[in-house]
């Protein structure tokens, strides 16, 4: 089991920047891909970005060349680095981590706001 840990939601003028961090701890050896997604009241949590242990990632077209997801290994910690919010990109964040088994777990969530 892994534990996730995410951090550095909060308020942004539309236009500005954040980086949201998740750090794991447990069995992290065993990770596959880690990835965020997003959640708006009323609707299902869809994917913003992954990035498997390989390096290799992918991204929601809504968010192309605006976000960047990274991982530091020394750290255990992935990072989603958003520019050019908007106001739609408001939601709560959460990072998650899939195993090769199928299994995944999911962070507690961080509340991104994008508002002038």
């Known amino acids: 089991q892994v534990q996730l840990v995410e951090s550095g939601g909060g308020l942004v003028q539309p236009g500005g920047s954040l980086r949201l961090s998740c750090a794991a701890s447990?069995?992290?050896?065993?990770?596959?891909?880690m990835g965020w997604y997003r959640q708006v009241p009323g609707k299902e949590r869809e994917l913003v970005a992954t990035?498997?242990?390989?390096?290799?990632?992918n991204y929601a077209d809504s968010v192309k060349g605006r976000f960047t997801i990274s991982n530091d290994g020394a750290k255990n910690t992935v990072y989603l680095q958003m520019n050019n919010l908007k106001p739609e990109d408001t939601a709560v964040y959460y990072c998650?981590?899939?195993?090769?088994?199928?299994?995944?777990?999911w962070g507690q969530g961080t509340l991104v706001t994008v508002s002038s």
């Open positions: 998650n981590a899939a195993y090769g088994s199928g299994n995944s777990f």
């Open positions: 447990g069995r992290i050896f065993r990770i596959n891909a």
């Open positions: 990035i498997t242990s390989g390096g290799s990632t």
